[in-house]
Every structure is written in C-alpha cells, then in structure tokens.
C-alpha cells in the first residue's frame, strides 16, 4: 500500500468557505464601469424566413448603444465539430427553431435593453417546422439546412467482427426498441457573460462556460481578433454537466458588442433561455438486437440509433458515435455493429450531457440484457459476471481497459445490497433490479484536429517559499476539479494541502481542453503532477548543492525535507532563513527542515522557482472511421442496484435504496468521489421517473422552468450507500481515472429494471410516470 | 434575468389604511403577502398592477384565534406557521396534512393561508381541505364585512367573489364534530415543489364509532376548474355503514363526478383513475381517523 499525505484522503473542498459564506462570485456578479447591458432578439417561429428585419426604433430609444443583426455581425460559421460548423452569430436568411438569434442590442440598463429588442421589427415567411425526427424524415420535407440531405445531419455505420454471422452461432436472439426524451441541462446558474474590448485590441470574457479553451478559439475565428489578444476567464460556475461545453451566440454577441461600443457588455440568459439555448441530451429512438449462447455468452449486439438533434449541430457528432461506441463493454462481446443516423428538427440544439451519447444506449441494453437473463434462467447479477471484461481486456472497437474493476463493483453492490436475499423474494409492488455500465475518463483527442497538449499547469514558489501558485486553464465547474488539483500539486511537492493556491479557469494561464468527457482529473492532473514534481527536483537540487547531499538521499513530505540518511545539520541554512526572513510572524521552528525554508533557499539561488508539466495521450486505440470518440486513456466504471417500490394503485415509484460502486481508478479526494457518485444517481433518477422537455404545437418549449421541468428534490433521493473501488489505473496520476459521468450509467436501467421486478412490466420509454406505469399495468391486467 | 415591472409599493400596519388603498385604488391595485403567486406572474408579464399593496405587515391577520366552538384563521399566516399550531393538528389535521405538502419549505415560509385561497389555483392545495371542513371566508370592505362559504367563493380558475376593493380577513372554521376524519393526497410527480397531478380530501363523521355515516364531504382538486365536490359519490356515503366495499363503490362515483382534462401534468383517463384510486384511500385513512385509530 503505497502512504500519502493529501490525496486519497477527504480534505474539505478548496472553495467550500466561499461559497458557504456567499463570498464566490458567479459571472451574474460581476460589474464594471461603464457597463453596458445586452440582450438578445430570438425568433418566435420554429421555421420562417426572415424578409425584413427593422431596427429603426430600437436604434432611437433613448439609452440605446447598439443594435445588431446578421448584417453587422460576422458571416462565418461555427460550431463544435470544424466538420459541422453551422451556427452562425444572427440569422442570416432564416430561423430554425423558436429561440434562433436574429439581433442584440446594448444599452445602459436591462430595461431599456428589454425594451429595445420589443422594438425590433421582423418580417418573416413562415415555412412548415418539424418536431420530431419522423416527420422530418419524410420524403419532401423540407430541408432546415441545405447541406443535410434528408435533413440527415450525419450518419454512423460501423462493425467490429461479422455480426450477421455470430447470429447464427447464437441460442437465444432478441429485439427491443427504447426510447428517451430530450433532457435540459438545469444546472442552478443560467449562462452569463461579460466582455470587456479594450483600445489595444484586447479582449477579455467573463464567462460561465466549461471549456474557456473552446471559446476562446471560436471567439478568434469568427470575430477576426487575433487569439493571442483573447483571453476567457471562467469565475465560479453553478453546474455545466455538459451543455456549457461550447462557445455560443451570447458569448460572441457580448464581444462583438463591446468591439462596438466600446464598453465592457453584460449577457445573462434567463431561465427560458437556457431551455431554447438547450445544448443538452439529445432524444434517442435505439433499436438493439442482442444474440447469446444458451450458457449466458454473449455473441453479437446490432444497434440501430436515430438522435433527435435539433436545429443546428453542436456536440452531435460525437453524440451520434458515442451512441454506439459506448455499448459491448464492460462485457466481452467479440461482433458489434452499429448504424446512427442524427436527423435536424425544428428544436433546440441538443448536445453533451453526463454520460454524452451512452446514457439512454446503456438503459435500452442493461434492460434487455435483464430479459435475456431471464428468458435463460439465469440471476441477472451471475449473467453479467459470466461477461464480464477485466484488467487489460480490449474491446471488439478497440477501447483499452487499461485498468478494471467492474467485477469488483458488480460483487460490491451484490453484498452491500443484500442482493441474494432480496432477488426474487420481495413482496409483489417491491423490486430490485442491477446494471452496470463504463465511460470514458478524457477525450483522447481534442474536438478539433491537432497535436495540442491537453493540459499544461505551472507551479510558482513564492519568495518566502511558504506558498505553491498553481496555475491551470482547468475549469473548476462545481465537479471540484480546483480541489482535486490542489490535491495532486501538494502531494506531488511533498507540502501541505493549504499551502499550494489554485488559479485556474484562465486561458492566461495556460491550455486546457476543460471540464467535459471526465478528463480533468486524469488529464490536468498529469500535467499537475509533473509540474508539482519539477518543483520538487528544483527545490531539493537547490538543497543538494547547499547541503552537500545527493538528491536521491532526499526527499519532501507533509512539507519537511526528510533526509533518507538520517540527520543532517541544517543549523545554518535555518539561521540564515530566520536572518532573511526578519519582521515577519511566521518563523520556522522545530527539529525538522521545513519546505518553506527550504524553497526560500531555492528562491534566493534562483529568483525564479516556476516548475510546468504537460500532458497529452500518447497513440490510442483503433484507426477506423469515429475511432477517436470514444477512445481514452483510461475507462471508469460501474454497477448499482436500487430497490424500488411501486404503488399499484397509482403507478408512482418510490426509489427505496440505492447502491452504488464505481471504479475510479484510485480517489484523490474520498469525499468528492462519492459526491460525484451521488450526484450522477440523483441527475440518473431525474432523468428516469421525470425530466422530459415538452413542446407546444408551434415548437416552443412548454415547460421551460424548474417547476414544471422536474429534477429531483432531496425528498425524492434515496438513501444511497456509496463504494468506492480503486483499481489503480496505470495511464492516471497516482491510478486516478473518472467518477465525474460513468456513475451515472447504471441508474436508469437499475431502476427500470427493478420497476419491472417489482411489478412485472418492462417500459421502453423514458420518463417512467407514474402515469405510464400504471397504463402499463392496466395493459397487462387486459392481456 | 427575469424582471420586474414598475409598480408603487404600500405596507400598511392597519386593516383601515389597508382597505382606505384599495378603494382608492380599485382594480389598478394589488394586494400581495408572500409574493409567491404576484411576484412569479408579474416577471412573467401576465399581471401588472400599477401598485401593490403589502397585508404582510398587519398584525391581527396572522393569529389563530379560536372561540366558541370555531377557529378563526387569520389571512396572512404564512403555510409554515400554519403547521406549528398545535390546535390545528390536533383539531383541523387534514389542513395540517395539505400545509404540509404545500410547495417547498422555501416557498411555505413566504406563502400565506389566504393567497392560496384567493389567487383560486385548480389545483391549490388549501382549498379542498378547508372545503372538506366547510370553512367560511370573511370579506372586509372600508364600509361593511360579510361572510362567504368557501363554497360559493371560487367561480373559476384566478376567479372568485371577492371585490377588488375587499380583503380577506379570516378563515373561520366550525370545531368538527366528534367520531370525524379526514385525509388529504396530493399525487404528483416528486415529493416536493409540486403542483397536483390530481388530489383529493374527503372528511366523514360517524354518528358513533362503529355507527353510520352522518355527513361526508369528497372535495376533488386537479381535476375541474376549481376544486369541486363529488357529489354523487359524497350522497352515497350518507346514512350508510363505512366499508371497504362502500368506499370501492363510491370510489367510481368519484370518478364520474369529475372532468379531468390532459395537460402538461397528466392525461384525463389516468386522472379520472387517480380519483378513483385517492378517494378510496382517503376515505379509508378518514375512517380510521373518525374512529379514533
């Protein structure tokens, strides 16, 4: 068992007191002087032409500083993939869905800004709108973007083995079809930004985003400002989980209007907003076929997967490959194939959520796989064990489980739950159901092709040599990647948890891809982790040419330079600190050299002690077409089992228990890992007993607030028992690898799963209402 | 960001100046407690008063008062202080019971017994309650006051009796008689912050604990535009020895008695249902109640 001082253990969060006092400001906080307020014009139609936009009396109400549409802004393109950059800053010839941006406008206050954009006059030619992937398919609709064919956005075929062949080695053959609703976001803090252009062509954004990397690039490209004058700060954020991943048009409108005006501008979305602006889980309609042996060997998975993706772009291509690419593991199946088809609507813009693209593949199979079980007679729990993949295992598509612990989180939630004396036993309208799933720990590559690190980070000494800067672009999100971090430079340094200072969220302070695809712990930990070692080198060389010791029979812990050797008489170098270091308070004491002093030596050597680490995945898994989604350094994994129990007069689910084991690889901080795990089961029990965007008949979204779009409050979560499994993972700092998305995985299915356990009936479609359950019944009470 | 309209603003400490407003005022006036029903649709653009009147500060309208065989509630109690009278668990618990599932904690600590009532939501979850009780309203105007049954309060959804230039005072409530029950469910989609997909109160009084039926009320919310009595079913209560096989029966009834519609919360077949399947159970729990279980 290797010994640590900070990290696997459960130090409170770096930005606890902040935000337990009020003290963490969000972007919404910020002002400046001079400030500007914006807002936005967005479209009221799902699909019209724009004949005449009049800004005429906007432009003469008093207080008004700007307003601008598609003729003034920035005709090129962007997106998230380069492939499909399709957004642009302000509707140019037509909107697409309701909430497509036509124009913004600055003024001295939010009023007058509200009031301009009422003033603004659009023309349009309405055109038949889509609502759903079917309709928008039909031979003759019309097409929402000229490029998509068919309103075809993109298509996915891939197969690994022959499954057509497999099949037909196969005892047991099955087809079910599932289906999700597209999901919202509902992060606490709505978007925000503040942009701030100055006279030397310098560009500064305040913005609450996940990936200030991204922005700035898309802020470069299509507002012609050169990147190295961008900078995007991230101040504290109120939740992302995934639709915060990418530059948008509030982002760029706040910029484009602070280059003309001058001024700094502020843009936050209301709640409403958020909801059009979407980016969150798109609707998935799978189609699976699973073939097994009758021993329980699982021989070959067909996929078939239409995604609902809106109206623009956005993450969706990588959605549409993690669709399929995320299925066969944890479980050994040597034939997989997989077509996708993500089709353009007249809606918001779907994109990445936690768990992007896998979570509603992952419930329509662990179902399935569940029936299967049943159909051959076996516990569900024994089934998966039978197929299950382990340490080294590489999967039919090429992904590497360079570490694995899914059978010990499979056992683990076997015992903890009581599984053996519940399966089976339970009185009818209680159940138990089990799934487990994996997910990626980073993107191998980056969203856009290149060869650029994935992390840096730089560690600054301070002069008196008792505080580490820590300097990250990472985006600190409210996943707790600040403490995490801070963790990983203290332990690497050998010094105390409180003495190292985190500044990250600035692309000022370096490259960091951000807080999406679980990667920061993994990926800017790396980077951390060898600046926080170069430190040390540099500190304890400084000491060696000082004490006259080599440097191997040293060494830094807890923040005391151990001498491997024994003793070693430092009087000097104390008294000469203590000289230095006169008129302050905090003088060294005590029989042990202390960092502090220590690196205030390397100080006095150096001038400048500053150490750097970066971290980019070496070659990665396979060379076919989409190889890079999906493919990681590392995979974390899960298993869970929740007990539920279903009232049979109204249908309504009551989520008794839940319990929950995921690999991650090794815990930097024990208490984060199990909020993490926490977090996911709660965001996984939402989306399976309730969350569903609605639409009205003219495509606008009908439930856009948190009242009516329900997440779950405290009162609906379980009691959940949370285990940790550490199976040290040889491609993450210190054997880290993800918790972040992967534990989100296994909930939907646990649950369905346990729904149909404890009544009998198998739903296919997401949310489970209590409405729909107890149709359901009243079908099979007909039957 | 979500914002507010203009508006004057009053926060009169006396009922007098309270009333002397809004007859000033008239229907250009608003009065507002809480604030989580005006504030919301103000933001939201659906109401814009050119003033509002604050009753939050008037001290006599945030007791309970009881006397003479009645409780007498004042309008302005906020939904958390509500559920802390150890007279109302005691006498009035199903009102305790439908205080309780009100909203969040958040939003009972600013909501009030009387905005729940007067802003005439479908689905509020005071109402159905204080109907099963056959609560009386006080009006008071700057020149008289009268009193109005709960009954013939509510006209529709946000509409109801009231003058613009009156305020609701008190709730008065008759102590219920011995061998009484009730039970009030709300069913919705989470545990907390919800708005009813369908609820239902029913009350009974025996005429002694092992006797008949003697008075019945089913008060069915979520499913009409106001909450409604079941009448039919409420009939055949009467007069009848409470068993499980009465209240299956009545149960039905409930459920012809209503015309649920599909919305955003739920489809007419499964709340028509639910009427059936939450009369049943309230009845059941009011049973146990009235005979002291």
Not at chain 1, 411 to 433: F, M
Not at chain 1, 458 to 479: C, N, V
Not at chain 1, 538 to 559: A, F, H, R
Not at chain 1, 630 to 651: F, H, I, K, L, R
Request: net charge neutral; hydrophobic share 40%; glycine share 10%.
């Amino acid at each position: 068992m290797k010994e640590f001082n900070v990290i696997n253990s459960r130090v409170p969060r770096v930005d606890a007191r902040a935000k337990v006092t009020g003290d963490a400001r969000y972007t919404a906080d910020l002002s400046m002087p001079n400030m500007l307020y914006g807002a936005l014009l967005q479209s009221p139609h799902a699909h019209a032409k724009i004949l005449n936009i009049d800004t005429s009396a906007a432009k003469k109400l008093i207080g008004v500083k700007e307003v601008v549409t598609a003729k003034e802004a920035s005709p090129i393109k962007f997106g998230l993939s380069p492939a499909r950059y399709d957004e642009m800053m302000f509707c140019m010839e037509k909107v697409r869905y309701v909430g497509d941006e036509i124009a913004a406008v600055a003024a001295v206050d939010p009023d007058t800004a509200m009031e301009a954009i009422s003033l603004i006059k659009v023309d349009y030619e309405e055109l038949p709108a889509y609502f759903n992937i079917f309709d928008a398919m039909k031979e003759g609709a019309m097409l929402i973007h000229d490029d998509y064919p068919g309103n075809i956005n993109a298509e996915v075929h891939q197969e690994f083995g022959n499954v057509e062949e497999a099949f037909k080695q196969c005892d047991y053959i099955r087809t079910d079809k599932f289906v999700n609703k597209k999901q919202d976001g509902a992060f606490i803090e709505p978007q925000a930004c503040l942009a701030n252009y100055d006279m030397d062509g310098n560009l500064i954004l305040y913005s609450s985003t996940q990936a200030p990397h991204y922005v700035q690039r898309i802020l470069s490209m299509v507002l012609n400002v050169p990147i190295g004058k961008v900078r995007v700060v991230k101040p504290y954020v109120g939740g992302g989980f995934g639709p915060k991943a990418s530059a948008s048009t509030l982002e760029l409108t706040a910029c484009f209007l602070s280059m003309k005006t001058g001024r700094p501008v502020k843009m936050v979305f209301n709640r409403e907003q958020v909801f059009m602006h979407s980016r969150a889980r798109h609707q998935f309609f799978h189609e699976l076929t699973t073939g097994v042996k009758k021993d329980g060997t699982l021989v070959a998975l067909k996929n078939t997967c239409y995604l609902d993706g809106g109206a623009y772009s956005s993450f969706g291509i990588a959605t549409i490959y993690y669709a399929g690419s995320l299925l066969g593991a944890p479980y050994k199946l040597p034939n997989m194939k997989y077509d996708g088809y993500r089709v353009c609507t007249n809606t918001p813009t779907c994109g990445a959520q936690r768990g992007h693209g896998g979570v509603a593949a992952r419930a329509a199979w662990e179902q399935q796989l569940d029936i299967i079980a049943e159909e051959l007679k076996m516990d569900p729990v024994e089934f998966r064990l039978k197929n299950i993949m382990q340490r080294g295992d590489v999967t039919c598509n090429d992904f590497n489980m360079s570490s694995l612990g899914m059978k010990e989180c499979l056992e683990a939630v076997r015992d903890g739950s009581e599984w053996g004396k519940k399966k089976g036993k339970l009185p009818k309208g209680k159940g138990i159901g089990v799934a487990c799933g994996f997910f990626v720990s980073g993107a191998g590559y980056p969203i856009y092709r290149s060869d650029t690190f994935h992390s840096t980070a730089m560690i600054k000494l301070s002069e008196d040599g008792g505080t580490a800067d820590l300097y990250t672009a990472s985006a600190e999100i409210g996943q707790g990647s600040d403490t995490i971090l801070s963790m990983i430079a203290a332990e690497a340094m050998g010094i105390r948890y409180e003495n190292v200072k985190i500044h990250s969220g600035d692309t000022d302070f370096g490259v960091d891809l951000g807080a999406y695809s679980s990667r920061q712990t993994l990926m800017s930990g790396h980077a951390v982790k060898m600046a926080g070692e170069d430190v040390k080198r540099q500190v304890l060389g400084v000491l060696s040419n000082t004490l006259k010791i080599p440097i191997e029979d040293m060494d830094i812990k807890d923040g005391f330079i151990i001498f491997k050797k024994g003793n070693v008489d430092f009087s000097g170098l104390r008294s000469y600190y203590i000289k230095e270091h006169r008129g302050w308070t905090d003088q060294p004491a005590g029989d042990k050299l202390t960092f502090k002093e220590a690196a205030r030596i390397a100080y006095l050597e150096k001038g400048v002690v500053v150490g750097g680490g970066a971290y980019k995945p070496g070659e990665l898994g396979g060379k076919y077409k989409g190889a890079t989604v999906g493919t990681s350094p590392a995979y974390g994994c899960s298993a869970q089992v929740v007990e539920v129990t279903v009232d049979m007069e109204t249908g309504k689910i009551t989520v008794d228990n839940m319990t929950d084991a995921h690999d991650c690889g090794f815990a930097i901080n024990r208490t984060n890992v199990e909020g993490q795990m926490q977090g996911s089961l709660s965001m996984g029990l939402g989306e399976a007993l309730f969350e569903e965007v609605k639409f009205d008949p003219n495509g606008k979204v009908a439930n856009a607030t948190l009242g009516e779009y329900r997440i779950p409050t405290a009162l609906d979560m379980p009691n959940v028992k949370t285990i940790i499994v550490e199976s040290d993972e040889p491609n993450g700092p210190f054997g880290a690898k993800e918790v972040g998305e992967g534990a989100i995985m296994p909930t939907i299915p646990a649950i369905l799963n346990a729904v149909y356990d404890a009544v009998g009936v198998r739903i296919n479609e997401l949310p489970i209402t209590s409405e729909r359950i107890f149709m359901a019944l009243k079908d099979k009470e007909k039957k | 960001m979500l914002l507010l309209p203009k508006f004057d603003y009053y926060e009169p400490r006396e009922m007098s100046e309270a009333l002397k407003l809004m007859s000033k005022m008239k229907t250009s006036a608003k009065i507002i407690a809480g604030g989580t029903d005006v504030l919301v649709n103000m933001k939201k653009g659906l109401i814009s008063p050119k003033s509002l009147v604050n009753v939050a500060r008037i001290s006599e309208l945030s007791d309970v008062e009881p006397s003479n065989g009645t409780i007498s509630i004042g309008s302005g109690l906020i939904v958390e202080k509500l559920t802390e009278f150890d007279i109302i668990k005691k006498k009035l618990p199903i009102l305790f019971k439908a205080a309780r599932v009100l909203g969040s904690p958040l939003v009972r600590n600013r909501a009030t017994i009387g905005g729940n009532i007067v802003t005439a939501r479908p689905a509020a979850d005071l109402p159905p309650a204080l109907l099963a009780v056959d609560a009386k309203l006080k009006l008071v105007g700057a020149k008289s006051s009268r009193e109005v049954s709960l009954d013939k309060f509510f006209i529709g959804p946000g509409q109801t009796v009231i003058k613009p230039t009156e305020i609701l005072s008190r709730i008065i409530i008759k102590e219920l008689p011995p061998f009484t029950g009730g039970d009030y469910i709300k069913l919705g989609h989470r545990n907390a912050l919800e708005i009813a997909i369908v609820a239902v109160a029913s009350r009974i009084t025996l005429d002694s604990p092992d006797g008949v039926i003697k008075e019945a009320r089913i008060i069915l919310s979520a499913v009409a535009p106001k909450a409604i009595h079941a009448v039919s079913a409420e009939k055949a209560l009467k007069g009848e020895k409470p068993t499980a096989k009465l209240f299956e029966k009545v149960a039905k009834l409930a459920a012809g008695d209503c015309a649920p519609i599909t919305d955003i919360r739920g489809g007419a077949e499964y709340r028509r249902a639910m009427v059936a399947a939450l009369t049943k159970k309230t009845l059941m729990n009011a049973l146990n109640e009235a005979k002291g279980k």
